[in-house]
């Protein structure tokens, strides 16, 4: 009987102890992005946009030069590289060694830039010195208006689309 008692004695002082401390704040998953007409159109690129943290959004530009660089498309190979050299601390970021981790880098910049739609997976390319198929990245170029939509979401996601295309087209 004791045995039982100190058990359940046991298990009363641990579920005191979790009652008695302060409730805190969990810290929320993911990235959030706030897409307000003051931001979006205040934002110096699209970048500044769909990242919130200034680290991702060096990452991010990092990548995006590197894409103009190869003509707008990479292979699979030569982004896993670049991720390699970005991870080791080779890529610079304004005159000084940036280090990105590639983990964090596919799962955050490339995986955010291809599921938004600005980077384009998985795209078939003929290789004329190889004589195959090979499947690309490649930069999405949007096709908008000249004049923005009157409200609305598709008002924003105008101005971030031109803002992304701005970065390609100078």
């Known amino acids: 009987m004791s045995r039982i008692q100190s058990v359940q004695q046991g298990l009363k002082g641990e579920t005191l102890r979790q009652d008695n401390e302060p409730d805190k704040p969990r810290k929320k998953g993911g990235m959030r992005i706030v897409f307000s007409e003051e931001k979006i159109i205040g934002a110096a690129d699209a970048l500044e946009i769909i990242f919130p943290n200034k680290k991702t959004q060096t990452a991010a530009r990092i990548f995006v030069e590197w894409l103009k660089e190869k003509g707008g498309q990479a292979s699979k190979t030569a982004v896993s590289v670049f991720a390699d050299e970005m991870q080791s601390g080779r890529l610079d970021g304004k005159g000084r060694p940036f280090k990105y981790s590639k983990r964090n880098f596919y799962m955050t ?25 090979l499947y690309v990245y490649m930069k999405n170029i949007f096709d908008i208006p000249q004049k923005p939509p009157s409200v609305g979401f598709w008002r924003l996601s105008y101005y971030v689309a031109k803002k992304w295309n701005k970065i390609f087209l100078e």
């Open 109 to 133: 910049v490339l995986r955010t830039l291809v599921s938004m739609g600005f980077v384009r997976r998985n795209v078939p390319i003929w290789d004329d010195h190889s004589r195959r198929t």
